[in-house]
Antibody, heavy 116, light 107 residues
Framework: QVQLQQSGPELVKPGASVRISCKASGYTFTSYYIHWVKQRPGQGLEWIGWIYPGNVNTKYNEKFKGKATLTADKSSSTAYMQLSSLTSEDSAVYFC?????????WGQGTTLTVSS | DIVLTQSPATLSVTPGDRVSLSCRASQSISNYLHWYQQKSHESPRLLIKYASQSISGIPSRFSGSGSGTDFTLSINSVETEDFGMYFCQQSNSWPQTFGGGTKLEIK
């Protein structure tokens, strides 16, 4: 069955960077887009960007250009999102999701807390 | 960017009620509208794709309708497990956007 397993919670200091992982299984990793979505506490969902592991093409929401960098490792079927120059505004739950026009499978979410 | 406006923000209902949740797009998106349910501390779950197409494993009490700018998610006879947040998402154009959500709560 399709599974997306994300890395664990992160507590990082302002100004630092963090990398979150999303390991895919149960389907052909290189054939589907992986998207990343941000959710702040008690708020809605915000699309960050996607990566197509087949050719590592990426596309970003303008709002997250310079903030998020998406990469993928075909050998381990893992997608990554690096977030840089972290501030309290980046504290949120981040989801990866397999995409086929709609998001049919989601990771369990990674909680990022930015605090000194 | 296409803005999706969901209403109401909160809906208080009794188990057994039939409910309708609305999602309105700021411009026409044909049927490129999808619905998700999210329970507290869980990931979203796909309920309906392309406005009205059912998803395997989702109870038949969930149905969707609409096209263009106005869409509705209906739950026929709400059950206690249905309480939580509901989001719509459009895939007509980039960036793909989500509505602000409707919270379905027990009256």
């Amino acid at each position: 069955q399709v599974q997306l397993q994300q890395s664990g919670p992160e507590l990082v200091k302002p100004g630092a960077s963090v990398r979150i992982s999303c390991k895919a299984s149960g389907y052909t990793f290189t054939s589907y887009y992986i998207h990343w979505v941000k959710q702040r506490p008690g708020q809605g969902l915000e699309w960050i960007g996607w990566i197509y592991p087949g050719n590592v093409n990426t596309k970003y929401n303008e709002k997250f250009k310079g903030k998020a960098t998406l990469t993928a490792d075909k050998s381990s079927s893992t997608a990554y999102m690096q977030l840089s120059s972290l501030t309290s505004e980046d504290s949120a739950v981040y989801f990866c999701a397999k995409h086929y026009d709609y998001f049919d499978y989601w990771g369990q979410g990674t909680t990022l807390t930015v605090s000194s | 960017d296409i803005v999706l406006t969901q209403s109401p923000a909160t809906l208080s209902v009794t188990p057994g009620d039939r409910v309708s949740l609305s999602c309105r797009a700021s411009q026409s998106i044909s049927n490129y509208l999808h619905w998700y349910q999210q329970k507290s501390h869980e990931s979203p779950r796909l309920l309906i794709k392309y406005a009205s197409q059912s998803i395997s494993g989702i109870p038949s009490r969930f149905s969707g309708s609409g096209s263009g700018t106005d869409f509705t998610l209906s739950i026929n006879s709400v059950e206690t497990e249905d309480f939580g947040m509901y989001f719509c998402q459009q895939s007509n154009s980039w960036p793909q956007t989500f509505g602000g959500g409707t919270k379905l709560e027990i009256k």
